[in-house]
T-cell receptor, first 113, second 114 residues
Framework: DQQVKQNSPSLSVQEGRISILNCDYTNSMFDYFLWYKKYPAEGPTFLIS?????DKNEDGRFTVFLNKSAKHLSLHIVPSQPGDSAVYFCAASEVTGANNLFFGTGTRLTVIP | GAVVSQHPSRVICKSGTSVKIECRSL??????MFWYRQFPKQSLMLMAT?????????EQGVEKDKFLINHASLTLSTLTVTSAHPEDSSFYICSARGLASEQYFGPGTRLTVT
């Protein structure tokens, strides 16, 4: 049973525009959420996280929004750059720093120059 | 960020043989390391959690006698796939956690069992 879902397998965005990647989850006990970026033949790289006590966390061009009532989070990248082209995974855990991270299936972002 | 390496990056082995994959934290001491597996078009799935100096904790459905994990030092964990079969072909990724909450991932190992 997939507890973290990324329903869009791919997304294409023009350079300079905003990229919005979405993630939904089903487990109401999740209270810590992360986004990872993955290039081919490499492991995921941590990008940004948010705990459930917040609804927004910003780091440079990356902002994560959390809507707990809808069990939905999104990652906004603005402005998008060609180097952002990668697969983005969202992940969730029940406790900050807990062992078990539940991952979504990923969304492949392509930023078109 | 912290650096985690994996070796080998790719391995092809014959059915019935064993394969060892190493995971190293290069610039920090990892008290806990994790092993994940990713099948094509699926998400990363946690296989087991290993703490330095103690036995690994396996997730439900993961055979501990088939996937042997050793975490002998604060910088090295190994995963041995014993008696590998074609269905074990997958992308295996380790991660390490030091004092911070985030997990730092290795580059992964592509295992192909023929």
């Amino acid at each position: 049973d997939q507890q973290v879902k990324q329903n869009s397998p791919s997304l294409s965005v023009q350079e300079g525009r905003i990229s919005i990647l979405n993630c939904d989850y089903t487990n109401s006990m999740f209270d810590y959420f992360l986004w990872y970026k993955k290039y081919p033949a490499e492991g995921p790289t941590f990008l940004i996280s948010i705990s459930s006590i917040k609804d927004k966390n910003e780091d440079g061009r990356f902002t994560v929004f959390l809507n707990k009532s809808a069990k939905h989070l999104s990652l906004h990248i603005v402005p998008s750059q060609p180097g952002d082209s990668a697969v983005y995974f969202c992940a969730a855990s029940e406790v900050t720093g807990a062992n078990n991270l539940f991952f979504g299936t990923g969304t492949r972002l392509t930023v078109i120059p | 960020g912290a650096v985690v390496s994996q070796h080998p990056s790719r391995v092809i082995c014959k059915s019935g043989t064993s394969v060892k994959i190493e995971c190293r934290s290069l610039d920090f001491q990892a008290t806990t390391m994790f092993w994940y597996r990713q099948f094509p078009k699926q998400s990363l799935m946690l296989m087991a959690t290993s703490n330095e100096g103690s036995k690994a904790t396996y997730e439900q459905g993961v055979e501990k006698d088939k996937f042997l994990i050793n975490h002998a030092s604060l910088t090295l964990s190994t995963l041995t796939v014993t008696s590998a079969h074609p269905e074990d072909s997958s992308f295996y990724i380790c991660s390490a956690r030091g004092l911070a909450s985030e997990q730092y991932f290795g580059p992964g190992t592509r295992l192909t069992v023929t």
